[in-house]
């Protein structure tokens, strides 16, 4: 059995810190955070799931995959979106 | 005459909305500016059954919100009155992120069709739509196309032909967010009706509260709606403490998408989810950690050795054109009538046009080659790839594409910054794009080059000019971002789209649209240039010389004039019709004794060959004196002369400060301009004459800093007048040019003066 901690971050990441190829769902947008209706707009709201396709080498760009679109956005924003895996 | 319909396209970023409006519209297309902003507005004109239709382009956005110039325009553009009907193009393949912007169009209850486009690729998905349903749903009518296809779009031509018919009675309804949401939109839309605002009556107050209660900046800018935002404000608040909703400002956003969820439920099903496409698995390449960068540098290189090499025989073809141009013109008007007009249209406007249309086909291949990278949706892939590296200098992903472009013709590549969303980087990537060393720069470093460096450095030295341009914009960038344009960047998002493949006709369409500006420039800045320059040149002219020099050149020939058995020796070797033409003028052209092969020849030809030669070279070097004489006198050597003592500094004489200024219009003229000055008739970068005369006149080191020099300095007035329109400022176009004129001049200044003392290069080799 897992510790209890564990357990917890596990439902308690954000998007920034998703593993390449994980899936989850959007929990919560940070409120007043950088870009929110940005990303609300193509579909970043919770109960969204997606994938996190890959990160790029230099920079902290990551490619996600939401709504069946490959979205490119900055670890700083994704950093603002917190996620729940499945 | 019936009534002309105004039809709106809308639609998110590459949903094939200009593959729909290109098929409708056809070549009757118009392009322009929306005023104030960069975002390209174009309109195009067709008919259905003798019903006149103009149809609007919209920007691709993917929601109303007002949170990018291009969807602050699509909004604006649909609130204004008499917008017929909004064709809402949709991925079909992806409905629900596309059916998400349907939901905002529909609550403008304007007359609404749904083009369900991309229809095949929604088949090969399995993606299966109960259209009448969905019809019913959004109280529009549906029609299914493929838009890249020809004849894709006949069912969407039909059913807006009945559509049209019949405008007044749609059913676009009120889709419900919810009825605690419902409510309070209806408390808000009661303020805004008893507002009862003139300009806004063709739209439902609904639309507006729901915009007010999204805080949408768009809408907030309106004056007449102030009045209402309390309420708005006052509805939200309730809403979160009923807890309805919580404080994100993205709740319209979550229940928009809670509606298509419901609405894809009952009316689209899916048969065979593939859950990892083709392009997927391209892409798990293409943008991976470790290969993706030296890919997308092997397709750089692909694009410039396709630009540089494939465009080659179609630029020997064009030079050739425009040189039998000026032939027969020339010698179908007779030297008497005009001929100060004929000489201005042949060695002015003739000579100055084709220098610079010369380069049109690499210019078109290089946007050929960039469509294709667009169109296949490689360059969202670059930009990904290349985002950190660009970052390092204070520039981003997306300024990458435009950059590279700027290697062609920067005037393109300054527009090709438009993508870029945050306008800080954007200004960024505008003021240092000049320093990329665009083709115009290439002739003079072709001529400079080989003039003063061993054929073993002369590539190196090439590169070197490059490597330099881009480490000053790097460095440029880098300094600009970390004082004129501080602080934190705009949000970066960028949808990756699938790969296609590009269809021909959309590459030609995009390659033609580019290739026009650099045709533009041709035939106006290039054009006017020359006509000033050929002025300047030859007026005033000098009539009194130091010397007679038709007298000694005269002298010369009649000195030299060949004999008959000078003739006589030379026959075997002369083809017959140069022997007659000696015979009748008494003298061999320099052109005919280079001809002539030097081997096999006995010692009596080779000593008649050898007069000829000293004979020829004096009358040239007569020719050359009374024409630098000619052109000390004209208003260019003028201008030069007395701008020396700021030129000679950096090593210029007055002969390159007038090529130099010359130059500022566009760097093309550089080489004509010195060349006419050497007195070498018509100059191209393969003179060879032109070369020894610089050779000659000038140390490297000279050599070097012209190169600099050119680098450096604006590149042309075209350049120059589209950073005025793109950063929409005089003050911009204006700091930019005197600042990288200023950088010239200063690096320029550096490299001399430290060459100087150091004594790197300072001897003439010529």
Known sequence: MKPASEKNAKHNITLADLPVGASATVVKIIPRSRGEKKFADIGLVPGTELILESRALFGGLIRVKVMETSMALHSADARNILMRRG | MGKRFKIALAGNPNCGKTSVFNALTGARQHVGNYPGVTVESKSGFFEIGGIEIELIDLPGVYSLSSSSPEEDIVFQELTKRGIDLILNVIDSSIPRRSLYLTTQIAELHIPMMLVFNMSDDARKKGLKFDIPKLEKYFGSPIAQTIGRSPGGVKQLVEKLSASLKNLEKHGVPMLSYGADIDDSISAVAKKIDALSIESFKHIPSRFFAIKLMERDSSTMKIPELKPAWAEAEEQIKHLSSIHAVDDTGTFMADRRYGMISGACRDAISMTNEKRREISDKIDNIMTNKLFGLPIFLAIIYAMFWFTFTCAEPFMDWIDGAFGLLADSVKSGWGEETLPYLRSLITDGVIAGVGGVLVFLPNILFLFFAIAILEDSGYMARAAFVMDGIMRKFGLQGKSFVPLVLGFGCNVPAIMATRTIESERDRKTTI????????????????????????????????????????????????????????????????????????????????????????????????????????????????????????????????????????????????????????????????????????????????????????????????ENERGAEAMEYTVSGRVGKFLEPVFSPIGFDWKLTTASIGALAAKEVFVSQLGILYAQGEADEESVPLREQLAKNYTPLQGFCIMLFTLLSIPCLATLAVIKRELNSWTAAIVEAVGLLALAYFATLAVYQAGTALDIGTKIIG
């Open chain 2, 431 to 622: 003021m240092v794009l000049p320093l990329m060393s665009c083709g115009a720069r290439l002739p003079v470093y072709a001529l400079i080059i080989p003039a003063f460096f061993a054929a073993q450095y002369q590539a190196f030295m090439m590169w070197v000019m490059y490597v330099i341009g881009v480490i000053v914009a790097l460095v440029a960038a880098r300094i600009m971002k970390n004082t004129i344009f501080k602080g934190d960047g705009e949000v970066f998002l960028m949808e990756l789209p699938p790969y296609r493949l590009p269809t021909l006709r959309s590459l030609l369409l995009s390659m033609w649209d580019r290739g026009k500006m650099y045709l533009t420039k041709a035939g106006t800045i290039i054009l006017g240039t020359s006509i000033i320059l050929y002025i300047a040149n030859t007026y005033p002219e000098k009539t009194e010389f130091s010397k007679d020099y038709d007298a000694q050149i005269e002298l010369v020939k009649n000195g030299s004039r060949l004999g008959e058995n000078q003739l006589d020796v030379l026959a075997p070797i002369l083809s017959a019709e140069q022997l007659a033409q000696a015979k009748d003028s008494g003298e061999i052209s320099q052109e005919t004794v280079e001809g002539v092969s030097a081997e096999n020849l006995n010692a009596a030809q080779k000593e008649v060959l050898e007069k000829i030669v000293a004979a020829n070279a004096s009358v040239a070097a007569l």
